[in-house]
């Protein structure tokens, strides 16, 4: 292992190289000065080995290397302390079980099915302490059934099944404007006293919010799916930073499994 190059093979995994760098830098003390160089070890012309500076010590995040910039703020400030958000989609309602184009409809109301969903998200958080509880407002009502919409508005309904950032009603563009009310709900939030949050909302609000947090454009907002009661968890550092800690967790859904986070 001259020179302190690490050949990357197919056949390495995360425990064997974090295990040698252990073992590496305990045995060789100058370990934490050297410049260390990752090469892929199938010959090709268009890569090239590259070196990083480690410093004096190598940060570790999770077990991962820290890589700075890694990502984005959600705020325009720092904040006092870390954040854990926790974010939960609704039972199924009404609407859901219609298959209607509802967005967020105060005429769509939780089945049997969607209290008892309800019920078993709350045994799975009760364990846990939220200083804050958020919910969005429901003030849209669209009554249009998917198969209808298919049928009478064709070239729309297939504009947002298949790009819906470009989906548009009379000029205005109900997807972009999802991920402006993101970002400004990401701020709200986090700049709220208190460090563990719960927010309980709708798929697509859910969606822009995971989005967002994750620097994904509107263009994605099918990338993320959520099932009804399932539940995402964010920490998020004092940088306003967001890690995501678990995506559509739904465990709960069919044992008596609680959270511990």
């Known amino acids: 292992m001259g020179g302190g190059v690490i050949m990357a093979t197919t056949h ?6 974090t295990g040698f760098i252990h073992h590496y830098k305990i045995h060789n003390p100058s370990f934490a000065r050297t410049k260390i160089g990752i090469q892929c070890s199938t010959p090709t012309h268009d890569l090239s080995i590259v070196t990083e500076n480690l410093g004096d010590v190598i940060p570790l995040t999770g077990g991962a290397l820290d890589f700075r910039k890694a990502t984005t703020s959600l705020t325009p400030h720092p904040l006092p302390s870390p954040k854990k958000i926790t974010l939960v989609r609704h039972g199924l309602s009404s609407w859901n079980a219609e298959s209607r184009v ?15 969903q309800a019920e078993r998200c709350r045994e799975a958080l009760a364990n846990l302490h939220f200083d804050k509880c958020f919910s969005s407002p429901i003030s849209r009502a669209k009554q249009l059934e998917a ?4 049928k009478r508005y064709p070239k729309e309904y297939t504009t947002w099944r298949e790009d819906p950032v470009n989906f548009n009603v009379n000029g205005k563009y109900p997807i972009r404007d999802l991920w402006v009310a993101a970002a400004e709900a990401w701020r709200e939030i986090l700049l709220s006293p208190g460090e563990s949050f719960l927010i309980v909302t709708h798929k697509s609000k859910l969606r822009a919010l995971v ?11 099918r ?5 009804n009661g399932g539940i ?6 004092k940088k306003g930073e967001a890690m995501l ?4 967790m739904t465990s709960h859904m069919y044992t008596d499994h609680t959270y511990m986070y």
């Open 223 to 227: 990338a993320i799916d959520i099932n």
């Open 245 to 248: 800690h678990s995506l559509n």
């Open 12 to 17: 390495l995994n995360l425990h064997s190289i």
């Open 102 to 116: 509802q967005g967020s409809s105060d005429l769509s109301v939780l089945t049997d099915a969607g209290v008892k």
């Open 232 to 237: 995402c968890v964010f920490n998020v550092n």
């Open 211 to 221: 989005c967002t947090a994750l620097g994904l454009g509107p263009e994605r907002f």
């Open 147 to 150: 198969e209808d919409a298919k």
